[in-house]
């Protein structure tokens, strides 16, 4: 850690370890009841169940992006975060709102838009909170040194904020209520979150690899156009069938499918990059890490996304679990695992210890990543079979959910791992070598 | 004359040669559908356009690795595009 | 010719191709915007209890169980055209009252089977949500679902 | 403010590595004008492809229907069109040879000549709508028809693209920015050489 306000970070994600935890544990209760519905359908039903998952997912992700950039930034602007204080502020005002957000959830306060379910009150602090950090992070950026990766995250945190805006606009016609939620989340998660994840990922390699930043930045440029590219265009695939013109059919299938590309791209920019680095680094968690990201971000994002994303087989597969299986992945590979790459990174640095419990973290990527690949596998199967009776037979939505039982078992046993392979993940982080392994000072490793 | 300029005024009367083929074996002026072999002069005369447009408007005879990877790109497209065609 | 091949140079190329792809999206969108406001819904048909209907679908987050045109959870039936499913393009009143039925009879309870809460909606609430159901289930969705099952 | 003075990890205090020179671009290296441009037009050409790929897919499903639409299509105008375009494009070629020999004047009249024959596509094109428009066809129409309205459409876009390209490069005329610009603007004269026969002859 070169600089002090780079410790900032560490608080937000600690934060977000926190909530990690409790949308993987939560996670596994939803597929607990999936398999046992009547456990808890009085006290916590299904569907604040799966808010709680869904919104501490992005809630922590969020989190993790403002610690990443409030950690990077001033190593790329080369000063001083502009002011700390304004970065503490705005980690109190999410706390109170997503503190506020899940207690509210447990007494059935909330709104009712699928992932947007937080109260007015807590959009308002978010979108507070969002400004704050803009007004922080741009001054430092537009006072220091200008990289791409301060562009591009800049570009995408900026997104993230204006895009969010849209969630305010509920009108009482669905159709339109739906093209605009679809700014939010498609432009999110398809659109600028690209933009976060491909400067984060570029910023670990080149600290990882020691590759020339001329090159990193080069390939980074590439990427993001051609995530954007695609992806903005690529809303066309959530257009089919929500009472938009038919046309979106067309554009859609087209985009999208050219969406694959920026993720096909980084998995070879990240193994170009270890292939030609120059440095031996000692964190090699978070190398392993950060090219699981870019490869499980390539498949779950790209590869399965593409499986379904054709119109005349979104017909078909849309709103059944071949969604689930897509999503799952796509959030794990592409931006979980980046949320994990860049704090297995950081985190020796701002606890000024050299890396430690490596093992431990590799193989909680191991277990982690194993048991989202046969989640993802299962739910698919789920999907295949359920498009077939459901879509094509026509049977019943509950009668065919009955023939998908085995496969929820699988799911909720893989959810299982997946926790086990967090908590591993977090004590290797966070656990009593962390507190322990000094670093040596001058002695630190050549790297 | 500059030898360039030369070279691209060869390469546009080329290009409109072809494109006065492609009209005429396409119709352009005549209400009658256009038969398989209509079809292969179309396309193949596009194609050459392409790669005409691409070696040299666009210069990438300076690039011949790159100009090979576009021309077989076009080739592939051309030929997928002609078994559509016949099939529907 | 080094001038052109800076950063900076592919930053402005960036920038610009993404503004000009977002440029065409915003025509797409405000024509699509257009056309569900005109074409694809029953503007006539949007009442004052349509939309009283589409917030008690909100207050109760019934999004996160079932899906809607396809988009929600997946843990319980698609509602976008249960409308139909329930008969109501032959019988709307009849339609009408098994869905009330429907939602008051639950949670049913039984040992295996996934649980509806109970809403404790009143019955002018039910005919609310019913008639933005009836609502939905008239979008014109390119015809989706492929079969009336959802 | 205060630098810490903790000894750190080296990785955040190794300084950047030499920089390798700006123009080179890896396996971009050496096409004509801006590296980056060329991805834009790599996309460009895979959308474009999958959308004629598109179109004489979807033919199959409806001969009948795509024929009695593309019956109406102004075939001449199309191909007039095409020449309108390579002409334009060989204007654009000059201009390149000009900025190349830093000739301001001549580099700008070439390119407000080559801008000149877009309007002109464009006007063209606008006929052609019009005519059809005005017999009641529409972007929501379906069929061909959705289909026309979307690649030529946003072909005419890419030249509205283009001429304010061409106008940015005119301003600022460098070899560089110049072949940058051309590049852009054959791209949009090569897609077109595609779409003219697939779109219209093809039947």
């Not at chain 1, 978010?126 to 220091?144: D, E, H, K, R, Y």
């Not at chain 3, 009143?93 to 869905?99: D, F, P, S, V």
């Not at chain 4, 971009?28 to 991805?39: A, E, I, K, R």
């Not at chain 4, 890419?158 to 920015?177: C, D, E, S």
Request: charged share 10%; aromatic share 14%.
């Amino acid at each position: 850690m070169k600089y002090e306000s780079q410790s900032i970070a560490k608080w937000y994600w600690f934060v977000a370890m926190a909530l990690f935890a409790v949308q993987v544990t939560v996670g596994v209760l939803a597929g607990y009841v999936y398999v046992a519905p009547n456990f808890l359908s009085e006290l916590l039903p299904f569907n604040i169940i799966r808010m709680l998952h869904t919104n501490a997912l992005i809630v922590w992700l969020l989190l993790g992006f403002f610690g990443a950039a409030y950690y990077l930034i001033p190593e790329e602007s080369e000063r001083e975060i502009y002011s700390p204080k304004l970065a503490y502020l705005q980690l109190v005002i999410l706390v109170i709102g997503a503190g506020g957000a899940v207690v509210g959830y447990l007494f059935r306060i909330h709104e009712g838009r699928e992932f947007l379910e937080q109260p007015l009150w807590v959009k308002l602090g978010i979108i507070v909170a969002a400004l704050i950090f803009l007004f922080n992070i741009s001054m430092t950026v537009l006072a220091g040194r200008k990289t791409a990766i301060t562009n591009v995250l800049l570009l995408g945190l900026w997104g993230i904020a204006v895009f969010f805006l849209f969630s305010l606009y509920n009108p009482a016609n669905l159709v339109l209520d739906k093209m605009y939620w679809w700014w939010v989340v498609h432009l999110w998660v398809e659109g600028v979150w690209e933009l976060v994840m491909a400067s984060v990922l570029a910023f670990i390699l080149l600290k990882l690899t020691g590759v020339d930043r001329e090159v990193v930045e080069k390939w980074l440029y590439v990427i993001v156009a051609t995530s954007l590219f695609t992806g903005v265009l690529g809303t066309g695939h959530h257009y089919y069938w929500i009472g938009t013109p038919g046309y979106w059919q067309w554009i859609g299938s087209i985009f999208s499918s050219l969406e694959v590309i920026p993720f096909f791209a980084m998995v070879v920019f990240s193994f170009m990059m270890v292939w030609k680095g120059k440095r031996d680094h000692p964190n090699k968690a978070a190398l392993l890490w950060s090219l699981g990201c870019a490869v499980l971000a390539f498949f779950g994002a790209g590869v399965w996304g593409f499986m379904h994303t054709l119109h005349p087989v979104n017909y078909y597969t849309h709103g059944t679990q071949v969604t689930a299986a897509h999503g799952h992945l796509a959030f794990f590979g592409a931006y979980v695992a980046l949320n994990l790459a860049i704090m297995t990174y950081a985190f020796p640095h701002l606890l000024k210890r050299s890396p430690y419990n490596q093992v431990l973290n590799m193989a909680s990527f191991w277990v982690m990543t194993s048991a989202m690949a046969f989640m993802t596998f299962t739910l698919t199967f789920a999907g295949a079979v359920q498009t077939h009776l459901q879509r094509v037979l026509g049977m019943n939505f509950m009668e065919v959910q009955d023939q998908l039982a085995l496969f929820y078992w699988m799911r909720l046993g893989s959810g299982i791992v997946v926790v086990l392979g967090a908590l591993m993940w977090l004590y290797a982080m966070l656990g009593p070598k962390a507190a322990s392994t000094e670093l040596a000072g001058q002695a630190a490793p050549a790297e | 004359m500059n030898p360039d300029i030369r070279r691209l005024l060869i390469v546009w009367a080329a290009l409109s040669a072809l494109t006065v083929t492609t009209m005429i074996s396409g119709g352009a002026t005549s209400p009658a559908r256009v038969g398989a072999l209509g079809l292969a002069v179309v396309l193949a005369a596009a194609v050459i356009k392409v790669v005409l447009v691409l070696a040299h408007y666009l210069d990438l005879r300076q690039a011949p690795g790159w100009l090979s990877g576009f021309r077989l790109a076009t080739l592939v497209l051309a030929a997928a595009l002609y078994g559509l065609a016949l099939i529907g | 010719m080094s001038e052109m091949l800076t950063k900076s140079a592919a930053r402005n190329i960036f920038y610009g191709g993404s503004a000009f792809f977002f440029a065409v999206f915003i025509g797409l969108a405000a024509h699509s915007h257009y056309y569900a406001a005109t074409v694809s819904t029953d503007v006539a048909g949007l009442t004052e209890s349509v939309e009283r209907g589409k917030r008690i679908w909100e207050k109760h987050a019934c999004v996160d169980c079932h899906s809607i045109l396809g988009e929600g959870a997946y843990f319980a039936p698609e509602l976008g055209n249960v409308f139909v499913r329930y008969g109501g393009d032959k019988d709307a009143k009849g339609a009408r009252e098994a869905l009330k039925a429907w939602m008051q009879a639950q949670p049913t309870g039984i040992e295996g089977r996934r649980q509806m809460p109970q809403f404790h909606l009143n019955d002018k609430e039910l005919d609310d949500l019913v008639d933005f159901l009836a609502w939905t289930n008239k979008i014109k969705t390119q015809n989706w679902p492929p079969k009336v099952s959802g | 403010m205060t630098r810490s003075r903790t000894p750190t990890l080296t990785d955040s205090t190794i300084p950047d590595a030499a920089a390798p020179p700006a123009d080179d671009w890896g396996p971009f290296t050496g096409l004509p004008g801006h590296p980056l441009m060329w991805v834009l037009i790599g996309s460009e050409l895979l959308v474009f492809g999958a959308a004629l790929l598109g179109l004489l897919g979807g033919r199959i499903a409806d001969p009948v229907g795509f024929r009695l639409a593309q019956d109406h299509l102004d075939r001449l105008a199309g191909g007039v069109n095409t020449l309108v375009l390579l002409t334009s494009g060989l204007f654009v070629a000059i201009a390149v040879v000009r900025a190349k020999a830093a000739r301001v004047a001549a580099t700008r009249g070439w390119l407000a000549a080559s801008a000149g024959l877009g309007l002109m596509f464009l006007a063209v094109k606008a006929v052609e709508y019009a005519t059809e428009i005005g017999a009641g066809w529409g972007l929501d129409s379906g069929g061909f028809i959705t289909l026309y309205f979307l690649i030529t459409g946003f072909h005419a876009l890419h030249v509205v693209m283009g001429l304010i390209i061409l106008g940015i490069v005119a301003r600022w005329p460098t070899a560089g920015n110049v072949a940058t610009g051309a590049a852009f603007w054959h791209m949009v004269d090569l897609v077109w050489l595609l779409v003219f026969p697939v779109v219209y002859l093809v039947r």
